[in-house]
């Protein structure tokens, strides 16, 4: 915990937010999870980390396998939720999640991301972004979940 007095000491519950961008690079997706950990970590949020790590890296390696671009994380903090969102080039929505009714294969290496995502956050989603957005992140799409501080 920062000494009393320091700027830069925050509040549990105070609202913070990072932005990570993203080279289209699959060394990226390393570099986003361990920088994740690293802020949760600083942030006392260490109950979210394998969580956020796990839906970090499928959004990101979706962003950097799927699409030519760059891509960025961005991680916001206000309490009781983080949201984890990424952003990339493509304007189309995320692939859909297989039908609950069907068989898994764990032999598949791919595809299943989404499911994670669905299965290991409190909500998901995704939106467009058109041309009126500002850069770095004129059009493309954000994906994004977020996780509930545990109780």
Same mark, same amino acid.
């Given at each position: 915990? &920062?000494?009393?007095?320091?700027?830069?000491?925050?509040?549990?519950?105070?609202?913070?937010?990072?932005?990570?961008? *993203?080279?289209?690079?699959?060394?990226?997706?390393? *570099? %986003?999870?361990? @920088?994740?950990?690293? *802020?949760?970590?600083?942030?006392?949020?260490?109950?979210?980390?394998?969580?956020?790590?796990?839906?970090? @890296?499928?959004l990101? @390696?979706?962003?950097?396998?799927?699409?030519?671009? &760059?891509?960025?994380?961005?991680?916001?903090?206000?309490?009781?939720?983080?949201?984890?969102?990424?952003?990339?080039?493509? &304007?189309?929505?995320?692939?859909?999640?297989?039908?609950?009714?069907?068989?898994?294969?764990?032999?598949?290496?791919?595809?299943?991301?989404?499911?994670? *995502?669905?299965?290991?956050?409190?909500?998901?989603?995704?939106?467009?972004?058109?041309? %009126?957005?500002? &850069?770095?992140?004129?059009?493309?799409?954000?994906?994004?979940?977020?996780?509930a501080r545990? %109780?």
């Amino acid at each position: 915990m &920062p000494a009393t007095g320091d700027p830069t000491a925050t509040t549990p519950d105070e609202p913070w937010t990072y932005t990570l961008s *993203i080279p289209n690079n699959p060394r990226a997706v390393t *570099i %986003a999870r361990r @920088t994740l950990r690293l *802020i949760l970590t600083l942030h006392d949020l260490h109950h979210l980390t394998d969580a956020a790590e796990l839906v970090a @890296t499928e959004l990101v @390696t979706n962003a950097v396998r799927h699409t030519k671009g &760059p891509a960025a994380m961005r991680l916001h903090w206000r309490a009781p939720a983080l949201r984890v969102s990424v952003w990339d080039t493509d &304007p189309r929505p995320p692939a859909p999640a297989p039908p609950a009714h069907a068989t898994p294969n764990p032999a598949l290496e791919s595809g299943r991301g989404l499911t994670l *995502i669905e299965e290991c956050s409190d909500s998901w989603g995704w939106y467009p972004l058109g041309v %009126a957005a500002q &850069p770095p992140h004129a059009n493309g799409k954000f994906v994004w979940c977020e996780l509930a501080r545990a %109780a």
